[in-house]
Structure formats: structure tokens, C-alpha cells
């Protein structure tokens, strides 16, 4: 039967962690999660949780329901919680997002605040509880690194500059004050007026850019990214990170993709745009920038003739297109390079370097074996840098 009262859903939202953590099986707490919770608003399971947090659970079991929630829906738009639409998935940026700023909350509230009223009266013996926990608090460079990388600029190709503006400096700010808190707790000159001074000045700007996010940021995203952009944010999310929460599952659309909004992204791309594993330039882009870097490349191919160099804005031993096509070992260069090409081929070496003394000149030479997926020698490149 389902659930209907609000102790009633923190009743079972322990059962299934406990099911996780001690006497069953993820299909086992899956099955429960879906039998009591099945149709139940996603604003009420969160008001439960919420509950429990208030009462003593440790925030960051909460998001190991989030998996139990994914698997339990199956992928239905249907079944994913009515009020919230795809962002109330547990594994959608806007609800990581809020999950994150969540246990924050409750971290700040919940934790940091109840140590420092403990120190009172100069009670210091929960001081290395209370420095770990606002060293804790670094954690949110994370979420805010997620938000300026990816957010921002998904935000700008609509022509939307207002929050990144609005938001960049704050969170530099609040990154500076955790640091310098952290600092300060830390030591043994501690004192606890000073110290709650330097709290509170933290915890308001936290809670400030909270509000920020969840009031302001939030409704602007949604009322213009498409499921194609918050597949991208999701996607990109994870080789940044994320704060206080397990790593959730990539997010995807329910739906066959399309824009559900009235504008259109204002990037595009000309026509002999080199698409990359991180990102896109034109060849004149990608000319003009290695131009300008104070070092040269030459790419080698697996027969050790030349076939791309970079002029480099300090060469060592300067290229022309009439090297293109030419063998390594008759360029200016090294005298080991013959060996060190030939121990590349037999794979005892991977790299090598050598200085260079060229007219009270110092320069520093690379070579840098290359391979591709199935392990098989594909060339070289050589990276000369001036010392200078």
C-alpha cells in the first residue's frame, strides 16, 4: 500500500536504507522504493527527506536513494515525478544542483552552526570536528566550477550574459572567505567572537547564493535550454566533479529531441570548422594560435617522414614547407634523434629530451612517441621550447 503520511514516507525511506546498507540487495531496495513511492509527488519525498535530515540523518545518504529512484521510474516520462517534469529526475543537472545546495544547507545549519554555539563558552573539544567540517565547505568550489563551465556558457550562446556577471565574482568571494575561515580556525589564536564573526559573513553569502540559484538562475535555465543542452551539462559534469553527493548517472532525454523553446542557439560554425575531442576552430584559428606559442611542433608520421610543423613564434630550428615530406633525421636537430625514432618503433622508449645551446640561446626538446587505440605506433611529435 502506499505511502501517505509524511512519517510515514521517513519510515520507508529508512527501510530502503537499510536495505543498501545492511540485509539486501539494490532490487530489493528498488522494489520496495517503487511499491510505497510509486506516484507520490516529488516535492513530498523531498519534504520527508528533509525531515529526516532536521532529525539527525546524515545528508549524503539521501543521495543514494537517487539511483533507487532512476531504476524505479524505468525512463518513463510518465512515471517521473508529475510536478517536477524531467528536471526532478535525480540524475538532471537542476536536480543535482539543488540536491548539492541541499546538503550544503544542511552542513551549514545543521553542522557548523550547532559547533560553534558548542564553543560558547570557549568549550573547544569538538575544534577538530568543527575545522573539518568548514574545511568541508571546499567542496562547493565543485558545484560552482560546474556551474561557470558549463552553465555560463550554455547560457551565452542564447546571448545571456546577466548571471555569469552577477555570479562569477560572488563565488570567487565565497571560495576566498571558506579559505581564509579555514585558515583562521585553525589556529591555536582562535577566538570565538572573531570566529563567529567571520562565520556568519560565510554563511550569508552561502545562503545568498543559494537563493540566487534556485530562485533566479534555475527558472532562467528552464525556460531556455533545450533536453540537447542538459545532456551536454550532464555529460561534461563528471570530469569536473561534484559536492557532498555520490556520482549520479549520466542524464538523457525521455523524449526524441527537439527544441521546446522559441530561440535558437546564435553559435555557428563556417563550414571548414576541425571538429575535436574538445572542442572546434577553423584551420586559420588553429594556424594563427600555434603561431603565436613559444614553443614549435613537428609531427613525424609511423615511416618518420615530416608531415606538419608549427612555426611558433620562437623556433629553434625553423621549418619550411619544403621539409614536408622529408625524413626526421635530415632536418636540423638532434644527433640522437635517429635512435631515439628507432626505440620508439621497438617500443622501449616512449619520450626522450635534450637541451640545446644555440647562440647564448637555451632551449629544451621533446619527442613524444604516439599511439593509437590498439597500441600501435602511429608517429611522432617533437616540442621545442625556449628556455627564456
Known amino acids: 500500500m502506499m505511502v501517505s503520511t509524511i512519517e510515514q514516507r521517513k519510515d520507508q525511506i529508512l527501510n530502503v536504507l537499510d536495505i543498501l546498507h ?42 543514494e536513494l537517487c539511483k533507487i529512484h532512476v531504476a ?4 518513463s516520462m510518465e512515471d517521473i515525478h508529475k510536478s517536477g517534469g524531467a528536471y526532478s529526475d ?10 548539492e545546495n541541499q546538503v550544503l544547507k544542511s552542513l551549514v545549519t545543521d553542522e557548523i552552526d550547532d559547533l560553534i554555539k ?36 550554455s547560457l551565452e550562446k542564447y546571448d545571456n550574459n546577466e548571471p555569469p556577471e552577477v555570479m562569477q565574482s560572488a563565488d570567487d568571494k565565497i571560495r576566498q572567505e571558506i579559505e581564509d575561515l579555514v585558515a583562521y580556525v585553525s589556529t591555536p589564536e582562535v577566538h570565538y567572537e572573531n570566529l563567529l564573526k567571520k562565520w556568519q559573513q560565510v554563511k550569508n553569502d552561502l545562503e545568498k547564493m543559494i537563493v540566487q540559484e534556485e530562485e533566479f538562475m534555475i527558472p532562467k535555465l528552464l525556460e531556455t535550454f533545450t533536453s540537447e543542452d542538459w545532456e551536454k551539462i550532464s555529460r561534461d559534469s563528471f570530469p ?23 530561440q535558437e542557439p546564435v553559435e555557428e560554425f563556417p563550414a571548414d570548422t576541425i571538429e575535436f575531442a574538445t572542442g572546434k576552430l577553423t584551420p586559420e584559428q588553429l594556424d594563427t594560435m600555434l603561431a603565436v606559442l613559444p614553443c614549435s611542433l613537428t609531427f613525424f608520421d609511423e615511416k618518420d617522414y615530416v608531415r606538419f610543423f608549427s612555426a611558433g613564434s620562437r623556433p629553434v630550428f625553423p621549418r619550411s614547407q619544403t621539409d614536408i615530406g622529408r625524413k626526421a633525421v635530415y632536418l636540423p636537430g638532434v644527433a640522437d634523434l635517429k635512435e631515439v625514432l628507432a626505440a620508439f618503433h621497438e617500443g622501449k622508449k616512449s619520450q626522450a629530451d635534450f637541451s640545446i645551446t644555440k647562440e647564448d640561446k637555451h632551449f629544451r626538446i621533446y619527442y613524444y612517441a604516439l599511439k593509437d587505440t590498439s597500441d600501435q605506433y602511429i608517429g611522432c611529435v617533437e616540442f621545442m621550447e625556449d628556455l627564456k
Open 118 to 153: 558548542k564553543n560558547d563558552e570557549h568549550d573547544w573539544r569538538q575544534k577538530e570536528r568543527l575545522i573539518n567540517s568548514i574545511k568541508d565547505l571546499r567542496q562547493v568550489d565543485k558545484h560552482y566550477r560546474r556551474k561557470e563551465q558549463l552553465i555560463f556558457s
Open 90 to 99: 535525480p540524475s538532471h543537472p537542476v536536480y543535482i544542483f539543488n540536491l
Open 72 to 75: 524505479a521510474f524505468d525512463g
Open 240 to 262: 569536473i566533479g561534484f559536492s557532498y553527493i555520490p556520482e549520479p548517472t549520466v542524464w538523457t532525454s525521455y523524449e526524441t529531441p527537439k527544441n521546446l523553446f522559441t
Open 22 to 63: 545492511n540485509k539486501g540487495s539494490f532490487e530489493e531496495a528498488k522494489e520496495l522504493f517503487t511499491k510505497e513511492f510509486d506516484n507520490v509527488d516529488v516535492l513530498e519525498i523531498t519534504s520527508a527527506e528533509k525531515a529526516l535530515i532536521r532529525e539527525g540523518l546524515d545528508p549524503k545518504n539521501i543521495q
